[in-house]
């Protein structure tokens, strides 16, 4: 790795520690470089989408499902990741063996913040804004910084 | 002749600042073909120095503005994914506020770095269909530069 790289990997590391004073480094795990061209709500489906970032405001260049109605509360995430994924709500974030799930945070505003995918019995990933990937050991590390965990999603893990 | 010397980050900028005896197209002329560039500085005759001294200040100024404004919306909205929450931050309403004066800048971040200006330079040409509506974030940016670039912004 050359010095240019150890510089970037120590100034992201820094940010992290700067917007997420409340996320204790043995909570998460850094999994990615910055990257402000995909968000938490694109990394949430699937394996995690890169390919867009996913919102409601009506600019070109945003990715919205044009059959989903366009808003920032829970229910319209809801709908968002029931209609493109198949995930429907359920009570908490615990593994459940065949299932993944996913947790949906809210703002002061009662607005959606952030969402974090479940990865496997130990960990949890979420997109941080325009930064990096982190792996996590539980959802609710974020909630300092996103807000309370407002709905579970889960759906059937694809080939189970 | 008399030459001198001076940083010049963005042609289109500079010449903007400068008026009194010259015209933004002849600035941009003879900055082009004043001579070689050595990491951003151009060798200007020193009359165009002098023109740009005269009246530089409200474009340093603007400039200054922009990067302390963009420089403090990124650190405060870097966590993030809302887009209408990024863009209605104070510093970013503030640069859309800046109007055609911040294009310049706002197209040098966007070829350099990406970001998020989509918003702000929707706002600010009143243009809705320079991405298309099929295009990913990616395509869209390109898409904006690529007509930052027709326009003499990049």
Redesign the interface.
């Known amino acids: 790795m050359g010095s240019d790289a150890r510089i970037r990997l120590r100034m992201s590391q820094a940010d992290i520690d700067r917007e997420f004073p409340n996320l204790s480094r043995s909570a998460y795990e850094k999994k990615s470089d910055e990257d402000n061209t995909y968000n938490c709500f694109a990394w949430a489906v699937d394996d995690g989408r890169t390919d867009n970032w996913w919102s409601p405001a009506q600019i070109n260049g945003y990715y919205w499902p044009q059959n989903v109605p366009r808003g920032v509360l829970v229910e319209h995430f809801v709908h968002l990741y029931r209609s493109e994924c198949g995930y429907e709500p359920c009570d908490n974030g615990e593994f459940e063996e065949g299932f993944e799930k996913l947790a949906i945070y809210v703002d002061s505003q009662n607005e959606v913040s952030h969402v974090a995918r479940q990865k496997d019995r130990h960990n949890w990933t979420s997109k941080l804004g325009v930064l990096e990937d982190i792996d996590h050991i539980n959802p609710f590390v974020l909630e300092p910084d996103y807000g309370p965990i407002r709905q579970f999603l889960k759906r059937p893990v694809k080939n189970a | 002749m008399n030459y001198g010397t001076m940083l010049i980050k963005d042609i289109g900028a500079a010449a903007h600042a400068v008026s009194g005896n010259y015209s933004k197209n002849q600035v941009i002329d003879e900055i082009k073909t004043s001579g070689s560039r050595y990491g951003g500085t151009y060798m200007l005759r020193a009359e165009f120095i002098s023109a740009r001294l005269f009246l530089p200040a409200d474009s340093i100024r603007t400039e200054t503005e922009f990067k302390s404004l963009a420089e403090r919306w990124k650190q405060e ?9 990024m ?1 209605m931050h104070p510093a970013y309403q503030r640069i859309i506020g800046m109007g055609p004066k911040a294009l310049p800048f706002i197209f040098r971040e966007l070829a350099t770095k ?3 200006w ?2 702000a330079l ?1 706002a600010i040409t009143g243009l ?6 099929e ?7 390109e898409a904006w530069v690529q007509w930052g670039r027709t326009h003499g912004y990049v």
């Open positions: 909205t870097s966590k993030l994914s809302m887009v209408h929450k863009a990406g970001g998020h989509l918003w929707t809705d269909n320079v991405a298309k509506p295009d990913n974030f990616k395509r869209a940016t």
